[in-house]
C-alpha cells in the first residue's frame, strides 16, 4: 500500500511564506508525476501545481508568480514553495501521486490526508 504524508501547514500572516513537503512510502516502482491541489470551504478542489517525474510543471492562474513546486525523484518527496501569500489561499492542501506499484503499465492516483494553510489579512 502506499500513503502519502504532507507537512508544512501553518497560520501564516499575509505577505507571508510557507514550504509544504510531501513524502510517498510504500509499494512503489515508479511516480510519473505529483502535484499539489487546495480546496477551500465552499469551494471546489483545484489544481494548485504539478511535476512530472521530467521535471516538467504546470500552475493553477491563481499562484503563478507566487508559488513553486519541486520534487526529489529519489526520495519521493515533492515540495511547494509559497511565497506572497493572500487570504485567498487559506486552504486544505492536498498531495497527489500517480503511482505505478511494479513493471505492469498501470497507475493509481493516490491522495494526502491534507494539511491546513490559513493566511489571516
Known amino acids: 500500500q502506499v500513503q502519502l504524508v504532507e507537512s508544512g501547514g501553518d497560520l501564516v500572516q499575509a505577505g507571508g511564506s510557507l514550504r509544504l513537503s510531501c513524502a510517498a512510502s510504500g509499494t512503489i516502482f515508479s511516480i510519473s508525476a505529483m502535484g499539489w491541489y487546495r480546496q477551500a470551504p465552499g469551494k471546489q478542489r483545484e489544481l494548485v501545481a504539478g511535476?512530472?517525474?521530467?521535471?516538467?510543471?504546470n500552475y493553477g492562474d491563481s499562484v503563478k508568480g507566487r508559488f513553486t513546486i519541486s520534487r526529489d525523484n529519489a526520495k519521493n518527496t515533492v515540495y511547494l514553495q509559497m511565497n506572497s501569500l493572500k487570504p485567498e489561499d487559506t486552504a486544505v492542501y492536498y498531495c497527489?501521486?500517480?503511482?505505478?506499484?511494479?513493471?505492469?503499465?498501470?497507475?493509481?492516483?493516490?491522495w494526502g490526508q491534507g494539511t491546513q494553510v490559513t493566511v489571516s489579512s
Open positions: 511535476i512530472t517525474s521530467g521535471g516538467t510543471t
Open positions: 497527489n501521486a500517480n503511482v505505478r506499484y511494479s513493471s505492469r503499465p498501470y497507475e493509481y492516483s493516490h
